[in-house]
């Protein structure tokens, strides 16, 4: 299986790196303990807390898996690399909705950066994806559930 490139800014590598380093040291020894003071409780053919904490060990692993994957692809934008005569990833991009007469301001990242709550949107998204290279002063139309929207470009930043 051919695996896709992870493409991360440094701060969002720098995160993952962290997360992974938690589940790995502090995570691990939580879920060790538990299985522990689990085993303490006797037969195991019936022990909740035995099954759960295995379960929990279960999901760190596997997280862990999936963040050591991402790493060993990963694809970090330089910022150097990065300019604001075209939208591209790691840019933060203020638009003008023409419906709505408002303006949002995205900032675009990798699939794995998004964070909806931070307005981080990821280049596969459609929105992501009628932005990148259009220039400021565009008209971009995004194909949504609800009908086409429209947006104006009025600012590219890094």
Request: charged share 35%; proline share 1%; glycine share 6%.
């Amino acid at each position: 299986m051919e695996e896709k490139e992870v493409i991360l800014t440094q701060e969002g590598y720098d995160n993952i790196e962290k997360e992974l380093e938690y589940l790995r040291t502090e995570k691990r020894a939580e879920i060790a303990e538990r299985i522990k003071v689990a085993l303490g409780f006797g037969d195991l053919s019936e022990n909740s807390e035995y099954d759960e904490a295995k379960n929990a060990q279960a999901e760190n692993e596997t997280k862990i898996a999936e963040l050591e994957n991402k790493i060993r692809y990963a694809k970090i934008i330089d910022e150097k690399d990065i300019d604001t005569k075209t939208v591209q990833i790691g840019n933060t991009v203020k638009l003008y909705d023409v419906e709505f007469d408002e303006e949002i301001e995205y900032t675009i990242v990798g699939s794995t950066e998004v964070n909806l709550a931070e307005n981080k949107i990821s280049n596969e998204s459609p929105i992501g994806m009628a932005l990148l290279g259009s220039k400021k002063g565009a008209t971009v139309e995004v194909e949504a559930p609800a009908g086409i929207i429209k947006y104006e470009i009025r600012s590219i930043k890094k």
